[in-house]
C-alpha cells in the first residue's frame, strides 16, 4: 500500500475526519451541526411530501434558490476537476472483506492513470476507493448527500461536498465523471447504476465506460436483462454491451482507458490532452 503524502515539515500526512459519531455531528447540506440525534426527515422529503408553506424557509420559492445553491456550489468546486471515474458502492461494507480491498485497490490504480476517484464520500466501498486513492496520492473526491441514519463523509476524501437534494449530487457525478465503476451495492448503487445506464443508453451523456465488478454478485442481474429485457423486447441486445462485467480491477481500469483513448468527446479529449 502507498505511503500517505506528507505535509509541508514532511510529517506523514493523517486523514481529518469531517464528523464524528463520537461527538454527534452530522452534516445537514452544507453545514456540520452537533445534534442529539438522527434527524427525523430530509430535506428531500420535506421537498417532495410538503404542501404549501407560507414560513419564508420553507416555502418553495425558497427551496429553489436552495436548490440554485447547491448547483453552484458544486459547479464551483468541481469546475477543475482532473480525469475522474466514480466508484459505487455499498455503505455497509466491512472494512476486512474482499470487496472492500477491492475498493482501496481501484482507487490507487485509478490514480496511476491519472484520474482522481469521485465516490458518494460515505462508509464502506466509498471510503474504500476514496481510501486508495487518498493513500496512492491522487484527488480523492466525495459527493455526500443528507440522511437520516449516516454520518457523513469519510476521513479519506480531500475535496467534499454535501448536497441536501439527491438530483443536485446525481448531476455533480454525471457532470464531472468521465467513467463509472459499480461494486456490489444496494439499492442506492442500483439506483445510481441503472440511472448510468438509461442516459448513455439514450444518448444523454457521451457513451461513458461503465463497469461492473463483482460477477458473483453482478451475474443474477445481468442474466435477467438478457432473459427477460432483451428477450422480450424491452431493450435491445447491443445495450448488453453499454457496460462490461469483470472480477478484475485491472482489467476495470485498462477497459476505462482503452475506451477514453478512442472517445472524441470534447471534454475527454481535453483532458487527455491536458495530462
Given at each position: 500500500m502507498a505511503p500517505l503524502r506528507s505535509n509541508k515539515d514532511g510529517k506523514p500526512r493523517v486523514p481529518r475526519t469531517t464528523e464524528s459519531a463520537e461527538t454527534n455531528r452530522?452534516?445537514?447540506?452544507?453545514?456540520?451541526?452537533r445534534t442529539d440525534g438522527n434527524q427525523t426527515s430530509?430535506?428531500?422529503?420535506?421537498?417532495?411530501?410538503?404542501?404549501?408553506?407560507h414560513a419564508w424557509k420553507h416555502a418553495d420559492p425558497w427551496r429553489v434558490l436552495r436548490i440554485q445553491g447547491e448547483f453552484v456550489a458544486g459547479f464551483d468546486a468541481l469546475s477543475d476537476l482532473p480525469k475522474a471515474?466514480?466508484?459505487?458502492?455499498?455503505?455497509?461494507?466491512?472494512?476486512d472483506t474482499p470487496e472492500y480491498a477491492q475498493g482501496i485497490d481501484l482507487g490507487a490504480k485509478l490514480v496511476e492513470h491519472d484520474y482522481a476517484v469521485v465516490t458518494g464520500g460515505g462508509p464502506g466501498i466509498m471510503e474504500a476507493a476514496n481510501r486508495g486513492a487518498y493513500e496512492a496520492g491522487g484527488l480523492s473526491v466525495g459527493l455526500g448527500i443528507e440522511l437520516p441514519f449516516e454520518q457523513?463523509?469519510?476521513?479519506?476524501?480531500?475535496?467534499g461536498i454535501n448536497f441536501r437534494y439527491f438530483f443536485a449530487r446525481k448531476t455533480m457525478f454525471l457532470k464531472y465523471s468521465q467513467a463509472f465503476v459499480c461494486l456490489p451495492g444496494g439499492m442506492g448503487t442500483m439506483d445510481e447504476l441503472f440511472e448510468m445506464l438509461c442516459m448513455v443508453q439514450t444518448g444523454k451523456v457521451t457513451n461513458y465506460p461503465i463497469v461492473l465488478i463483482?460477477?458473483?454478485?453482478?451475474?443474477?442481474?445481468?442474466?435477467?436483462?438478457?432473459?427477460?429485457?432483451?428477450?422480450e423486447g424491452y431493450i435491445n441486445p447491443q445495450d448488453m454491451d453499454l457496460f462490461l462485467l469483470t472480477d478484475s480491477v485491472d482489467e476495470a481500469v485498462e477497459h476505462i482507458v482503452a475506451a477514453h483513448k478512442e472517445m472524441t468527446d470534447e471534454r475527454v479529449s481535453r483532458l487527455n490532452h491536458d495530462a
Open positions: 452530522m452534516l445537514r447540506g452544507p453545514m456540520l451541526l430530509t430535506y428531500d422529503q420535506r421537498l417532495l411530501e410538503s404542501g404549501a408553506d471515474v466514480t466508484v459505487y458502492g455499498s455503505a455497509r461494507t466491512k472494512e457523513g463523509l469519510n476521513k479519506y476524501v480531500d475535496l463483482g460477477t458473483e454478485y453482478w451475474s443474477g442481474l445481468v442474466e435477467w436483462m438478457a432473459n427477460t429485457l432483451v428477450a
